[in-house]
């Protein structure tokens, strides 16, 4: 490492320490272009440029180092993993093919094989490959998770079940554990096996609840009392975008609705990405969303600068709407309107009794405490809804309540008060079966086959639920 070089990461160690990611990744925008020396040096930025939100820059890194060492196996399996991280399912596909054996004999590298080829739909390939990466590795629980959300399974499937039962007791960690019993409990849904299947997702939330457990809502109810200043006073970005915010519960039709309003012209999907989080940090300097109720025009413009930046990273086009589908950003609604005005939210309602039971059987990427024991997914649904009344009080407007009910009776109805809220065309809105977009959340199997009324009084499947009663959500 030379001293210059050391001395750069040194100040960009400082900015990221204190939330100036504008300033660090302008300064990693230099080394993309003239890539240090050092190998290990450019893996170092390369990781940096990831976990401070500059995906492009990693990729134009990593892309350059593996022209330098174009024999570099590892590098090709970074850089598609880079890729990833911008959502480039298919560059990063492109690498896989013309790789194609090379990464069989780890099973790691199998299964990030596997998620992208399940993240683009191609469920029979991502199948194989998570059964390859299983026998490498029988208690891989990244690997049966992923595999357990390919396809529905049925009677046949009982050897898997067997094969994954067997590989409990020899689990590496905890969350190996916790994904195979995951896994599991999808599989004996499929199979309608509830009881069993409700054991197994009973075992995997026992122990993540005894490892994280549910802190409760203070915190988040002390957070939304900003809602009351934005009764009063605040400053918007000058910002004209009309981008989209979907939010909700988890498992509620968050991704089914970003997968049919994506489908239109005007609307850019890009799933679920801490963009706000970005775009606080690289306009404000600051990571506290209750604090952007001061933030000035300039700063607020900087901020909408950062997320246009973040999304353009994503393969947004210039001129999209972007939809940002993170449910849990129905905490955060002040601060996106904040930066765009003109922005819309649309919050999605399902019968609470089919959304606990759901999140019950789901494991998230980004793990959530309070989805691992009934009480806590209620009490948690019960927050959202007083959450999106009090932001209602603001922005009632330009907020708009999707019951996941209605979408699935009368979905033509949906789509043009959908539409009208948004301002669009219904006949432009092609519908989620025709949408070939990447997806990358757990509903990336489901969202590819329509709208169906199966999900419908889910909860009556689970001695556990079905005598739960009916909640007055008006």
């Not at 067997?166 to 916790?178: E, Q, R, V």
């Amino acid at each position: 490492m030379d001293s210059k070089f050391k001395s750069d990461i040194q100040q960009l160690l400082q900015y990221t320490n204190t939330t100036q990611i504008d300033k660090a990744l302008d300064l990693i925008a230099t080394y993309a272009e003239n890539i240090p020396s050092d190998k290990l040096d450019c893996l170092r930025l390369a990781q940096l440029s990831l976990e401070l939100g500059g995906m492009s820059y990693s990729v134009k890194i990593l892309k350059k180092l593996s022209d330098k060492e174009p024999e570099d196996l590892k590098l090709k399996y970074h850089l598609a993993t880079a890729y990833l991280f911008c959502n480039d399912y298919e560059n990063a596909k492109q690498i896989f093919e013309l790789n194609k054996g090379k990464f069989d004999s780890n099973a790691g590298a199998l299964n990030t094989v596997a998620s992208c080829y399940s993240g683009l739909g191609e469920f029979d390939e991502a199948e194989r490959l998570f059964r390859k990466a299983l026998e490498l590795n029988p208690t891989l629980g990244i690997a049966a998770h992923g595999l357990s959300k390919c396809r529905k399974f049925e009677k046949d499937d009982y050897p898997l079940l067997e094969q994954l039962e067997k590989a409990k007791p020899n689990a590496k960690d905890n969350d190996s554990l916790i994904k195979l019993n995951k896994a599991i409990a999808k599989i004996y849904n499929d199979l309608k096996e509830y009881d069993k299947a409700w054991e197994a997702a009973k075992e995997a939330n026992d122990l993540f609840n005894s490892l994280s457990p549910f802190p409760g809502l203070d915190i988040p109810a002390k957070r939304l009392e900003v809602v009351e200043k934005y009764k009063e006073k605040f400053n918007t970005s000058t910002s004209e975008e009309e981008h989209l915010l979907i939010v909700g519960m988890p498992r509620s039709g968050t991704t089914l609705t970003e997968q049919i309003i994506s489908s239109h012209p005007s609307y850019q999907q890009s799933g679920e990405s801490p963009s706000l989080e970005f775009s606080i940090q690289y306009g404000l300097h600051n990571s506290i969303f209750e604090n952007s109720i001061n933030a000035s025009v300039e700063q607020l413009n900087k901020a909408a600068e950062g997320y246009s930046f973040y999304y353009s990273q994503l393969g947004a086009a210039k001129g999209k709407r972007i939809i940002n589908k993170v449910p849990a950003n129905y905490m955060n609604i002040g601060f996106f309107k904040q930066m765009f005005s003109k922005g819309k939210v649309i919050f999605l309602q399902r019968d609470y009794r089919d959304v606990t039971a759901s999140i019950f059987f789901e494991h998230f990427s980004s793990p959530q405490s309070f989805t691992n024991k009934v009480d806590d997914i209620i009490a948690t649904y019960k927050f959202a809804l007083s959450a999106i009344e009090k932001w209602k009080q603001v922005f009632a407007d330009d907020i708009y309540i999707l019951k996941y009910e209605d979408l699935v009776n009368d979905k033509e109805q949906c789509l043009h008060n959908i539409s009208e809220f948004l301002g669009i065309k219904k006949d432009d809105i092609l519908g989620n079966e025709n949408n070939k977009s990447a997806v990358n959340t757990p509903s990336l199997w489901q969202v590819r086959q329509g709208v169906y009324k199966t999900s419908k009084s889910r909860y009556l499947r689970y001695s556990a639920l079905k005598d739960l009663p009916e909640l007055n959500e008006s």
